[in-house]
């Protein structure tokens, strides 16, 4: 059996003033408070999620 890829991501600037939506989408990662990381299964919804938000995270 493989191994599921992962990917680490960290909330790098604050959800403040931001859509209601693209909060929820940072929650969603599992990511709270600022320089807060997450790991997370490489899935296409998980990509999409951070495609939305790349302006906040950082994938590391």
């Known amino acids: ?3 599921k890829k992962t990917l ?3 909330l790098v600037r604050s959800v403040a003033g ?5 909060r929820a989408t ?3 990662l599992g990511l709270r408070k600022l320089n807060s990381q997450s790991v997370l299964e490489d899935t296409p919804a998980v ?3 951070i495609n ?3 302006y906040l995270v950082k994938v590391l």
């Open 8 to 10: 680490t991501v960290k």
């Open 1 to 3: 059996m493989s191994e």
């Open 26 to 28: 940072v929650r969603g």
């Open 47 to 49: 990509r999409g999620m």
């Open 18 to 22: 931001t859509r209601e939506s693209h």
């Open 52 to 54: 939305k938000v790349s």
